[in-house]
Structures are given as C-alpha cells and as structure tokens.
C-alpha cells in the first residue's frame, strides 16, 4: 500500500466540531506512536540485556558449572553450559538459532543499532505530531473564544 501524501488544511477554514475531531485523531495517533516508542525502547533495552548476558555469562570458566538459564525474564531454570563458545539466540518469532559468542553479540549490536535508527525516526514523527497537535489546539482555543465573545456582543 503506497503512503498517500500530506494533505494541507487551512484550520482557520474548519469549524470548531471539525477542528475537535483533528484535534481527537491527532490524540489518537500520538497515543498508538508513543506506546510504540516505548515498546521500541524496551526491545532495545532486552537486546542490551542478552549482550550484557553473553558478555558476562559465558566463558571458559562457567564451563560444566550450573547455572540459571532464563526462559523469560521472571523465570530461570538451572543448567549447565556445555559450550562457552555456541550459544542459542532467539531470532524471533519463536525461532532459535545456535551462534559462535562472536556472531550472538554482533547480532545483538546490530538489533540494538537498528532500533536506534528507528527510535529516532520514530522521535521526529512524534515531534512532528506534537507540532501539529498544538497548533490545532491553539487555532480551537481561538475559535471558541471568538466564538465566546461573539454570542455575548450579539446576543439573539
């Protein structure tokens, strides 16, 4: 589906019930891209963690020694490490994959450098959003006074 281009509306031209359901959509929209922003942040957060993890979890001496292992991030289970060099890594979508240390942390690095890149484009959207939203708002405030002042200088 090809993304349609940017309509310009004068907002002086809109009617106050018109500018409301702008104003409304223009909320709606911050809403679902903020939340997606914070969900963005906190897969990069998950993907730092499983660097920090292979940075600090595997290495020659936790060979053959227990540990926890987590299956999600409140519940652990023992285990062994059999192979400080191979690790499984969680692709996605329920797909493992077994990597050198090497390879898992670079595939972690790259997820986290990805998502910055699409945190930040996601961040001048919701700027862009946010400039929008307050210029509605402004130009509604002003409309309601006028309106205001308008009815009480004529009264009917």
Do not use: W
């Amino acid at each position: 589906m090809a993304a349609s281009p940017e309509q310009q509306v004068d907002l002086a031209n809109l009617s106050v019930q018109q500018l409301s359901s702008v104003k409304k959509q223009l909320d709606d929209e911050l809403e679902h891209l903020t939340t997606s922003f914070a969900k963005l942040r906190a897969a990069q957060n998950k993907f730092r963690e499983c660097i920090k993890s292979i940075q600090d979890g595997v290495s020659t001496r936790t060979n053959g020694k227990q540990l926890l292992v987590p299956l999600t991030t409140s519940l652990y289970v023992p285990g062994t490490l059999s192979d400080s060099r191979r690790v499984i890594v969680d692709v996605g979508t329920g797909f493992f994959v077994e990597k050198e240390v090497k390879d898992a942390e670079e595939f972690y690095n790259i997820k986290v450098r990805d998502l910055g890149g699409n945190l930040k484009d996601l961040e001048g959207i919701v700027q862009g959003k946010s400039n929008n939203l307050r210029v509605v708002e402004d130009v509604l405030r002003q409309k309601v006074i006028n309106g205001s002042s308008d009815r009480q200088s004529n009264p009917s």
